[in-house]
């Protein structure tokens, strides 16, 4: 997995980019925990992540905001931090110009600014978001939620209360053609230490069942399109 610096807004960015081995793959952008509570692109639950992406074929990005390992600049409460995950986005962008699918993938603090990056870039297809911190973080700019994604939580989670993130759930569900997949890890804790390969499997089973909705979706398209042109002819 080759060293990347990307410039972003407050200088040199340092993530760790696996290309994809075939070309037209669609990417994914990980996006680690608080910085200022040891949160980085090492975290355990976002390489889990990242991995997972890689074996699926993804054109795969994590990165360390601002301040962490060696990206410049300082922690900025979040608003730093989501121009970061804007600049790195446009960088895999860049490096993936036909990719027909963009995912977006955050834990704790990293699923906040994953959300609010959703808002602005339409373009990305759907979301994994992890233990979001609806307890400490507003998260009302989901209005509405863009796009379709699975939130994941731990019944033993002592940081997070189930009970804030059912309140986010419930507002996002009354949106009209987005569905939000909730499933809560039975023994999990907030940093999933002994339910990594179970949090896998929960992502995995969901982006299974997403792309392959997509794709279907896509080909139904394609051939309303060509019946269409094919009718226009006659």
Known sequence: MPEVIINGPEGRLEGRYYPAKKPNSPIALLLHPHPQHGGTMNNKVVYQLYQMFVRRGFA???FNFRGVGRSQGSFDRGEGELSDAASALDW???QNQDAPMCWIAGFSFGAWIGMQLLMRRPE???FISVSPPANMYDFSFLAPCPASGLITHGDKDDIV???SVEELIEKLAKQKDVVIDFQVLK?????YNEHLEELEQTV???LD???NEIEAAIAAEAAAEAEEEEAAES
């Open 161 to 163: 209360p189930q009970e």
């Open 60 to 62: 795969t990005l994590r």
């Open 92 to 94: 895999l962008q860049s």
């Open 124 to 126: 990305i297809t759907g």
């Open 209 to 211: 069942r997403r792309i």
């Open 204 to 206: 995995n089973g969901y």
């Open 187 to 191: 023994g999990a804790t907030h940093f």
